[in-house]
């Protein structure tokens, strides 16, 4: 029987080579605290699309200056970034993978000088600092910044975007009660909480008619947070606003502990990916190709995503095809070590 994992797949409209995606991680390499591609960033993704990765997605990338994680955070806040970034999309499709760029804005995680905003003025824990609360008009501006920042993922030439919808960053702020204590539109009900998400979506869509994913906190850990059912709902507006798949993680909005085993985040994705009639990506300690083809044959999720294997390893589709009795092409100057 052919395998599931290495069966192409249509996103819209692109098609995948295979199930495999690389999920976004922060490199931090932006050494001129300009937001700009280096040359980490290109041997980093163009490593992992030589090794067989079927769809790439680059790192959080911030939409605002204010919205980095780090001062070395990617951005894509300027029209100055569309250069480096449409070069290292060049670079990744001439090795056979798709494109992806993961959206972001860190609200109350940002690890920056000057004010940092969020939701609520409510700090993260006791290390970081408190975050203004966002006004209407923070609001606006933020919005549109995602908008801007899509527009110029688009003429860098992308196939994908995911907004960053997860781990305690702006969006998840608003839509967690634990993070968000507003009293206007934005605060209070789950439509409310979910407003600022859903007119980031409204606003890109207008923009952008590609592939458009959502990555979530699908739990958080608390007994007053959010689970999965309530990203059901979520999951069903997403759909209803044209969102093509839910990248399914978990936890971060707050400190809290985190169960970690194989496939601790699979149940999660599963449970959207039924409830809500939405394709699922699934993500945390897949690690295995004979893993990440249980997952999918048991219709748990639609792609496979992976962080740290692909740190370890770039030519894990080649290791995964081993396990899986699949061979896939290798690169054509790799033939004789293949
Ligand atoms: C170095 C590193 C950086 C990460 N940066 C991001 C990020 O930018 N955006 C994001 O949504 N998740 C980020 N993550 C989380 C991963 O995308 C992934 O969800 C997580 O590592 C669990 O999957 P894994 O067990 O396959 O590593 C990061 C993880 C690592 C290890």
Redesign the pocket.
């Known amino acids: 029987m052919k395998s599931k994992l290495f069966e192409p797949y249509t996103l819209k409209n692109i098609e995948l080579k295979n199930r495999i995606v690389m999920?976004?991680?922060?490199m931090y390499s932006s050494h001129n605290e300009d937001g700009k591609v280096e040359n980490w960033h290109r041997t980093h993704y163009v490593s992992r699309a030589v090794g067989g990765t079927g769809l790439i997605i680059q790192?959080?990338t911030a939409v605002t200056p204010q919205g980095r994680i780090s001062p070395q955070d990617l951005g894509i806040w300027s029209d100055d970034h569309i250069e480096g970034l449409s070069e290292l999309v060049s670079l990744i499709k001439e090795q056979g993978a798709k494109t992806g760029i993961?959206l972001?804005h860190a609200g109350r995680k940002a690890v920056l000088e000057g004010d940092i905003i969020a939701p609520s003025s409510i700090p993260f824990n006791e290390d970081m600092k408190t975050p203004l609360e966002m006004t209407a008009d923070d609001i606006k501006e933020t919005i549109t910044a995602f908008v801007k920042g899509a527009e110029r993922a688009k003429k860098a030439g992308f196939d994908v975007i995911e907004i960053?919808g997860?781990?305690g960053y702006l969006i998840n702020e608003f839509l967690s009660p634990l993070s968000n204590k507003r009293s206007d539109e934005y605060g209070g009900s789950a439509e409310n909480r979910y407003r600022f998400l859903r007119q980031v979506i409204d606003g890109i869509k207008a923009v952008w008619d590609g592939p458009l994913l959502v990555?979530v906190s699908a739990k958080d850990y608390h007994e007053d947070g959010l689970d999965a059912e309530d990203y059901v709902v979520f999951s069903q507006w997403m759909k209803e606003q044209g969102v093509d798949l839910i990248d399914v993680?978990s936890g971060a909005v707050v400190p809290a502990r985190i169960p970690v085993y194989p496939g601790y985040q699979v149940k999660l994705a599963e449970t959207i990916k039924e409830g809500a009639g939405i394709p699922a990506g699934a993500?945390?300690?897949?690690t295995s190709g004979l893993q990440a083809e249980e997952i999918l044959q048991n219709d748990r999720a639609d792609l496979i995503?992976?962080?740290?294997?692909l740190?370890r390893n770039p030519y894990w589709p080649r290791t995964a095809a081993g396990e899986l009795n699949e061979e896939i092409q290798a690169p054509k100057q790799y033939e004789r070590g293949w």
Do not use: N
């Open positions: 999920a976004p991680m922060c790192e959080a993961q972001a960053h997860a781990h990555r993680s993500v945390g300690l897949i995503f992976l962080g740290r294997e740190l």
